[in-house]
Structure formats: structure tokens, C-alpha cells
């Protein structure tokens, strides 16, 4: 996976990538993980004029990314794409304390799997795919873990499948917040990263990419 000149890296998700951008402008790459990479990234590679986009939309599910997946990815026709996407599929689940079935699983393995299947089909793109993570603060988001863990399960498959990168953020991030804090990353609902949790992010997405002399 090497970055080339005029490369168009593009972040694609939910709240988290959202992290506030402004929406009616393409370019704006909003106040979280994607703006630290692109910062990173446009010091260390001032040569290769990167185009890096963000289309997080906060509150999707997986679904409502493959509803808009053909106009803010395929259209875009970018190199490189870093998904990260779930977390609001079991977020909806336990407010009506409802956990998923197997048929709603296995939908959201169909849908994942149209995503990175169409992204090979129509780009060339190489994919880095994220799992969506939750901290335990408060306390009743340890409640979310047994239907959040069947979809990072289906992640880990499908970067496997498909041969994708995979930064394993929900170990990583939980690993983190038993040392310093759990609400130290993400604040007080255990989802939308702090400026350390999306920090932590970048540092993960960079040390994942870069480190492993992938770029």
C-alpha cells in the first residue's frame, strides 16, 4: 500500500470520522482523527499533494453508508479508504434493549461485504478497515459488548476476506482507558472520542500504516 503522488485518501463512517466537519464543503475534514492524519501526513509527505476526504455522517448505521456508498465513495474513486462504521447499529439495538438476532447479523455481514465488494469491483482502492469500539463508563455500556462484539467479529472476517489492513481499535482503545481512564478518550457516553481518544486514533491509524512501512 504506497501512497503516490496526487493520492485521495478518503474517511468514511459516522460520528466519530464526522467529528463536526461542515458538510457543505467537500474539503473540510471536520475536528477529529481525519484532520490529525491529514496534518501528519501532509508534513511528512509535502511532495505527493495528497487529497484527503472525510464523509462521516453522524448517527449512520452500516446501512445508511451502503445507501450513500455509491456518491460519497465509488464516485469519489479514491486509493485509499478507511472505514469505520457499527458502533450506532448496536447503539440503537440496546435503546430499545433489543440485541441483534442472527438474521440481523448476518444482514450486517451482507452489507459490509457489498461495501469492500463493490470497492474492489469499481476501484482500486486499498482498505483500511477500523472496528467500532465502546469504553465501559458508564457502567451499563458493558451491556453493549455482546452485540457490539459479533459485529467487530464480522469486521475481523471481513478484513480477512478481503485482505484489508485492520486496526483492531476496540482492544486498543479499552486497553488505553484501563491505564489512564476511560472517560480520559471518550468522554461521558463511551463512544465519541476527546481529543486524546482521537488522538489515540490517529496515533493507531499512523502507527498501523506507517510503522509497518506500509506507506
Not at 18 to 41: C, E, H, N, V
Not at 143 to 159: C, H
Not at 188 to 196: F, N, R, S
Request: hydrophobic share 40%; glycine share 6%; aromatic share 8%.
Amino acid at each position: 500500500m504506497k501512497i503516490m503522488n496526487d493520492d485521495t485518501l478518503l474517511f468514511i463512517g459516522d460520528s466519530i470520522t464526522d467529528a463536526g466537519r461542515d458538510r457543505l464543503d467537500s474539503t473540510d475534514l471536520g475536528q477529529g482523527f481525519p484532520l490529525l492524519i491529514s496534518a501528519y501526513l501532509q508534513t511528512l509527505f509535502p511532495e505527493k499533494r495528497l487529497t484527503i476526504l472525510n464523509r462521516g455522517i453522524g448517527g449512520d448505521k452500516l446501512s445508511d453508508v451502503k445507501n450513500r456508498w455509491e456518491e460519497d465513495c465509488l464516485d469519489l474513486n479514491p486509493d485509499i479508504v478507511t472505514l469505520l462504521v457499527g458502533i450506532n447499529d448496536t447503539w440503537r439495538n440496546l435503546e430499545s434493549n433489543h440485541i441483534a438476532s442472527e438474521a440481523e447479523l448476518e444482514k450486517f455481514e451482507t452489507d459490509y461485504r457489498f461495501l469492500l465488494k463493490s470497492l474492489l469491483q469499481r476501484t482500486d482502492a486499498r482498505v483500511i478497515l477500523v472496528e467500532p469500539f465502546v469504553l465501559p463508563y458508564p457502567k451499563d455500556r458493558i451491556n453493549w459488548r455482546k452485540d457490539l462484539d459479533e459485529r467487530i467479529q464480522i469486521v475481523r472476517k471481513m478484513a480477512k476476506e478481503y485482505q484489508a489492513e485492520l486496526i483492531p481499535l476496540d482492544g486498543l482503545l479499552n486497553a488505553q482507558g484501563i491505564k489512564n481512564g476511560f472517560s480520559y478518550y471518550t468522554g461521558e457516553d463511551g463512544v465519541h472520542p476527546t481529543v486524546a481518544g482521537h488522538g489515540f486514533i490517529a496515533k493507531s491509524w499512523i502507527s498501523t500504516i506507517i510503522e509497518k512501512k506500509i506507506l
